[in-house]
């Protein structure tokens, strides 16, 4: 097919540092312990003692609780990241800097972390690279699309964070390219998408564009007889967008949901409460008594298609318990716990900034779902 238009390069904008007051506080701390010392304004957790708490599991960086599917033995392939050999100098300096930060996540931080992983990431092109592919008609309605080399594995659509008001697929050139960049190293066909923000357009804009984006790819997918799983997969303010396309039809515009064999979420907002911080309530809106309805979680049944919830342990708490809601949700409902994956030593976004780094625990974890639901359609 023909390649699309070389995407725009635009500087990440950063949503501000804000704060539900009735579980946060201002905190100043000193970070980056190796660099200048550098007093970061954030919100730390007062009703926590600040990490998310861990499973009782122990091991792994990443430690990943079955739900209902069995977790399928990885081929060892040459250009699996589960065989690739780690640079553990840099590992371990990483694990240093990310611990120094803490729990605390704003702009500086989100910064800082995107600074530790940059110089590390492999951002090499693998296959066909499909740039600002139009799904709509609004100047966010783009997506890129990053194919392997050969046949392709499955379809993963990676859906962005950005805290509802920031936030881009390529903005810079690394972030977030180097996730599809990785996930074709790895096999797989990639979709990022861009969808409109909060700052313009509230709530349920991000859904009905996820829709549109999911009816591009199946358009894209039967028009090149792809006939592989579909894994959707959003991050922050994504997972948020992805979990009310999956679990609320009003939010979606009362359109079919498009088919998906596998759904991963990590480290996202399902339930709207007031007061809300400022990036959240623009999206959401200022009346309260609306609240519930607009919030995945209120919509939580059961489900047939696989999921996969994962956690951060440097998550703010009152992020970190949001997903933890929404495992409990889905317990209840499916009568089985979801799969669940803790991130040992990762903060808000450094699990997503990592893929295509030396370090691969997420990497890892990642690519046992994407086998998992590979698996399972098969």
């Known amino acids: 097919m023909r390649r699309g238009s070389t995407s725009r390069s635009c500087s990440w904008r950063t949503a501000p540092a804000?704060?539900?007051?009735?579980?946060?506080?201002?905190?100043?701390?000193?970070?980056?312990?190796?660099s200048r010392a550098v007093v970061t304004r954030a919100w730390s957790?007062?009703?926590?003692?600040?990490?998310?708490?861990?499973?009782?599991?122990?091991?792994?960086?990443s430690t990943a609780c079955?739900?209902?599917?069995?977790?399928?033995?990885?081929?060892?392939?040459?250009?699996?990241?589960?065989?690739?050999?780690?640079?553990?100098h840099s590992v371990a300096e990483i694990e240093r800097q990310l611990a120094a930060f803490g729990t605390v996540f704003d702009g500086e931080v989100l910064a800082a972390t995107r600074a530790l992983y940059r110089p590390l990431l492999d951002l090499a092109p693998v296959g066909e690279e499909r740039i600002d592919q139009a799904y709509g008609p609004h100047e966010r309605h783009r997506l890129d699309v990053y194919q392997p080399q050969g046949l392709s594995r499955a379809t993963a659509v990676y859906v962005h964070g950005g805290g509802f008001v920031a936030g881009d697929k390529n903005g810079d050139g690394v972030y977030y390219r180097n996730v599809g960049c990785w996930l074709a190293r790895q096999g797989f066909t990639a979709v990022l998408p861009n969808y409109r923000l909060a700052?313009?357009?509230?709530?349920?804009?991000?859904?009905?564009?996820?829709?549109?984006v999911l009816q591009w790819v199946q358009q894209d997918r039967e028009a090149q007889g792809d006939a592989t799983p579909l894994v959707l997969w959003g991050q922050s303010a994504g997972a948020c967008h992805v979990a009310s396309w999956l679990f609320d039809d009003a939010a979606r515009g009362g359109a079919p949901a498009a088919r998906v064999d596998g759904v991963l979420l990590?480290?996202?907002?399902?339930r709207a409460e007031a007061p809300l911080p400022a990036g959240p309530k623009a999206y959401f809106g200022e009346d309260a008594v609306l609240y519930?309805?607009?919030?995945?979680?209120?919509?939580?049944?059961?489900?047939?298609?696989?999921?996969?919830?994962?956690?951060?342990?440097l998550d703010p708490g009152w992020i970190a318990e949001q997903t933890y809601a929404l495992a409990h949700a889905l317990t209840r409902a499916n009568g089985q716990s979801p799969r669940f994956v803790f991130n040992r030593g990762h903060n808000h976004v450094s699990t997503v900034q990592s893929l295509g780094s030396p370090q691969?625990?997420?990497?890892?974890?990642?690519?046992?779902?994407m086998a998992a639901v590979a698996d399972r359609a098969a």
Not at 24 to 34: E, F, G, I, Q, V
Not at 52 to 60: D, E, K, L, M, R
């Open 199 to 212: 700052t313009t357009h509230g709530w349920p804009a991000g859904t009905q564009d996820l829709q549109a």
């Open 18 to 34: 804000v704060s539900n007051p009735a579980r946060a506080r201002w905190t100043s701390r000193a970070c980056c312990k190796r």
């Open 360 to 369: 691969q625990d997420v990497a890892g974890e990642v690519l046992r779902f």
């Open 292 to 313: 519930p309805q607009r919030s995945p979680l209120t919509h939580v049944r059961a489900l047939d298609t696989p999921l996969c919830l994962a956690v951060a342990e």
């Open 266 to 270: 990590m480290s996202g907002l399902y």
């Open 66 to 88: 079955e739900g209902s599917m069995r977790l399928p033995h990885l081929p060892h392939e040459r250009n699996s990241v589960m065989n690739a050999p780690q640079d553990h």
């Open 45 to 61: 957790n007062s009703n926590t003692a600040g990490r998310s708490p861990a499973p009782t599991a122990s091991g792994a960086a």
